[in-house]
Nanobody, 119 residues
Framework: QVQLVESGGGLVQPGGSLRLSCAASGITFINNVMSWHRQAPGKERELVASITSGGQTTNYADSVKGRFIISRDNVKKMVYLQMNSLEPDDTGVYYC????????????WGQGTQVTVQV
């Protein structure tokens, strides 16, 4: 059974930081591109950051470049999202995603963790 379990969300003031974690099980972790997505109220889910199977390449949404860092630990089967200089527009539910590489045939989602940025 595939499980992606996110943790680390919470309430933070603007300018603060949070570190999200995603623990994967039931998949061959190194065969998956991992990514973080978010969904704000009333908006569509959007890609925040992704990292290739070996961790060599990362991609970020323009809105988070220079503030967020995605990383992975293939031994622990974990993926992280370090979020710095948080802004109110970063508020939303953050989801971990695993997509099999190279075909992308298998695609899995976690249950999400809430991030709220407000004074």
């Amino acid at each position: 059974q595939v499980q992606l379990v996110e943790s680390g969300g919470g309430l933070v003031q603007p300018g603060g930081s949070l570190r999200l974690s995603c623990a994967a099980s039931g998949i061959t972790f190194i065969n998956n591109v991992m990514s973080w997505h978010r969904q704000a109220p009333g908006k569509e889910r959007e890609l925040v950051a992704s990292i290739t199977s070996g961790g060599q390449t990362t991609n970020y949404a323009d809105s988070v470049k220079g503030r967020f860092i995605i990383s992975r630990d293939n031994v622990k089967k974990m993926v992280y999202l370090q979020m710095n200089s948080l802004e109110p527009d970063d508020t939303g539910v953050y989801y971990c995603n695993a997509k099999s590489w190279p075909t992308g045939v298998r695609n899995y989602w976690g249950q999400g963790t809430q991030v709220t940025v407000q004074v």
